[in-house]
C-alpha cells in the first residue's frame, strides 16, 4: 500500500536522489510549491555554471512530488512558528504546519522542526 508523506526541500532532495538519505519506497510525496525554489536554489549552487543541467536536473527533481500544494495558505503561521532568527528553516517550518493539517508524516533533512502532533522521517 502506498504510504504519504509531506516533504521540505531536503525531503525532495533525499526522495530523488539528489542527496543523501535514505529511499522511502511506495510512497507518494507531498510538497509546498515554495519547496520548489529551495531544490532549485541548492542545485544552482551544486551546478552554478552549467544553466542547462540546472534546469534538467531542478525538473528531474521535481517530478518526485506527486502532489503541490500553495505555500500562501500557511505563511503567517510560519513565521509565527519559525521566529524571525530561522529563515533558513522557513521551508521546513512550513511544510511541517502542512503535513500536520494533513495528519501526514513530514520527511525532512532539518533537525530543527519538532511536532507533537505527527511523526517526523528524517533523512539520515
Not at 40 to 68: C, K
Not at 89 to 97: H, Q, V
Request: negative net charge.
Amino acid at each position: 500500500m502506498t504510504r504519504s508523506v509531506v516533504c521540505d526541500a531536503g525531503g525532495v532532495l533525499a526522495a530523488a536522489g539528489a542527496i543523501e538519505g535514505h529511499a522511502l519506497p511506495n510512497t507518494e510525496f507531498l510538497a509546498l510549491d515554495w519547496s520548489s525554489i529551495t531544490v532549485g536554489r541548492f542545485l544552482a549552487s551544486r551546478y552554478e555554471g552549467r544553466p542547462e543541467t540546472i534546469q534538467v536536473e531542478t525538473g528531474l527533481v521535481l517530478l518526485v512530488v506527486d502532489e503541490w500544494f500553495p505555500v500562501r495558505m500557511f505563511v503567517a503561521e510560519t513565521l509565527a512558528r519559525a521566529g524571525r532568527d530561522e529563515v533558513d528553516t522557513l521551508d521546513s517550518w512550513s511544510a511541517l504546519i502542512l503535513a500536520e493539517q494533513l495528519e501526514l508524516p513530514l520527511f525532512t533533512a532539518s533537525d530543527e522542526v519538532v511536532s507533537d502532533r505527527v511523526k517526523i522521517l528524517h533523512t539520515w
